[in-house]
């Protein structure tokens, strides 16, 4: 019989090539009148904000932008958004752009309101409340935050931080995968492997709250990106793949955000923290190595997924699927053009203590983890992904 769970998601989902044209008909729709748009650097020069802000203007909306969003965003950034969100009076949020914009926009949003201040914030539900109404938009196809309880954000210390409250769903996700269109291939792989992630762990995360929608969720996630992400990678311009690998990263967000990821997230954490690898990246250096690891005891779990990513893999036996999908999403990586080991990326091999011990600190994700970690295993993942 199932056991009983609770399924917490986005009030409003609006989804389809084109739709971010209708960006400001839908802020007004709910009342935004003066919002703070929050975004990257990089992404101010690539002709998307452009018509997102003639559109906002279009429907009266007097918009601020804050476009100072860096990669795992640092605790700083945060606050000046916050500052602006403050000169600007801004009355709502609205976050465009990769994982980093969109967590960026959440905790503005958050503690723009004043009841909240980001180091009580930190762990789950902490956040008071209330929250200035939010809007996300995401560009890259890869960490679903746009449908995530979840923001994170990197420490002076080079840590990666959580805040977990239902507050920071959005109340409204805008996705358009015309917008994912002009991401390079080396972003297009990096978060699209992220979103497989999510889909993954959350599939055999050993938390409580693993639920048959999360199931569902990841499995039709994994079917989308598993179809599609080659050719993503391979030809930007394919509307189809762009559209399936935005559809499975928003459902493999829904799945993680109900049923927690684990350590392929927990490891790589610390090389985002400290190296400044991509988070997507991180994650596919550790990745085939988490999975043998786990393969001891989420063997059926994998033995269900793999032929979904790899239907030849259909044909082998149960018992053989926990290894043949680690080494199948190895290669897969691989051929998204990903570097495979942590050398590749200038991760010195005198490093990897500092990182086994820094994982560890990472309780809120491995106790999700369908087997153990113990310090000595983390320390022999990374040495495997050397
Ligand atoms: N909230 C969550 O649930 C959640 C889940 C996983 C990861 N994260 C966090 O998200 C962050 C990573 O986000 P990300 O992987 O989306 O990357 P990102 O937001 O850091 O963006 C990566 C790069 O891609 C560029 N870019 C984004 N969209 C583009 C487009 N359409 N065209 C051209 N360039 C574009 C950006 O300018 C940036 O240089 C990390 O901080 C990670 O910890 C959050
Ligand atoms: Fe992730």
């Known amino acids: 019989m199932t056991a009983p769970f609770t399924f917490n998601t986005v009030g409003s989902i609006v989804f389809g090539s084109g739709k971010a044209g209708e960006i400001g008909a839908l802020a007004a729709a709910r009342g935004f009148r003066r919002p703070l748009f929050i975004t990257d650097p990089g992404l101010m020069g690539t002709g998307l904000i452009d018509p997102a802000l003639s559109a906002l203007a279009e429907a009266g909306l007097e918009t601020a932008i804050f476009s100072e969003v860096e990669a795992d965003p640092p605790e700083a950034i945060v606050r000046l958004g916050q500052e602006a969100a403050r000169a600007h009076a801004a009355d709502s949020v609205i976050g465009f752009g990769g994982g980093s914009s969109l967590d960026t926009a959440k905790l503005v949003?958050?503690?723009?309101?004043?009841?909240?201040?980001?180091?009580?914030?930190?762990?789950?539900?902490?956040?008071?409340?209330?929250?200035?109404p939010l809007m996300l938009v995401p560009t890259t196809a890869g960490t679903g935050s746009e449908v995530t309880p979840i923001a994170i954000v990197t420490t002076e210390t080079s840590e990666k931080m959580g805040v977990v409250s239902p507050l920071l769903l959005p109340d409204?996700?805008?996705?358009?995968?015309?917008?994912?269109?002009?991401?390079?291939a080396a972003v297009t792989a990096a978060t699209g492997v992220d979103a497989m992630v999510h889909a993954i762990e959350a599939h055999a995360s050993a938390s409580v709250n693993n639920n048959p929608v999360s199931r569902a969720l990841a499995r039709e996630a994994l079917r989308l990106m598993g179809g599609a992400i080659?050719?993503?990678?391979?030809?930007?311009?394919?509307?189809?793949?762009?559209?399936?690998?935005?559809?499975?990263?928003?459902?493999?967000?829904?799945?993680?955000?109900?049923?927690?990821?684990?350590?392929?997230?927990?490891?790589?954490y610390p090389i985002g923290g400290h190296f400044h690898i991509p988070h997507g990246l991180s994650n596919a250096l550790v990745l085939p190595h988490v999975i043998r690891f786990n393969a001891a005891t989420a063997g059926p779990v994998y033995a269900d997924l793999a032929p979904i990513v790899f239907p030849q893999l259909a044909e082998i036996g149960t018992q053989a699927r926990g290894p043949a999908f680690a080494d199948g999403l190895q290669e897969?990586?691989?051929?998204?053009?990903?570097?495979?080991?942590?050398?590749?990326?200038?991760?010195?091999?005198?490093?990897?203590?500092?990182?086994?011990?820094?994982?560890?600190?990472?309780?809120?994700?491995?106790?999700?983890?369908?087997?153990?970690?113990?310090?000595?295993?983390?320390?022999?993942?990374?040495?495997?992904?050397?």
Not at 110 to 129: F, R
Not at 241 to 263: E, T
């Open 109 to 132: 949003a958050l503690l723009a309101t004043g009841n909240d201040t980001l180091e009580a914030a930190y762990g789950i539900g902490n956040a008071k409340g209330p929250r200035l």
């Open 332 to 386: 897969l990586t691989i051929r998204c053009g990903l570097p495979p080991r942590l050398r590749d990326v200038g991760i010195p091999h005198d490093a990897l203590h500092m990182m086994a011990d820094d994982a560890m600190k990472q309780t809120r994700l491995l106790v999700n983890n369908p087997r153990e970690v113990t310090r000595g295993d983390a320390l022999a993942i990374y040495e495997a992904a050397w």
């Open 172 to 184: 409204v996700a805008l996705l358009d995968p015309d917008l994912t269109l002009g991401l390079p």
């Open 230 to 268: 080659e050719r993503a990678v391979a030809n930007g311009s394919d509307a189809d793949a762009r559209a399936d690998m935005l559809l499975g990263s928003m459902l493999a967000g829904q799945a993680f955000a109900n049923s927690p990821v684990a350590a392929v997230h927990a490891l790589a």
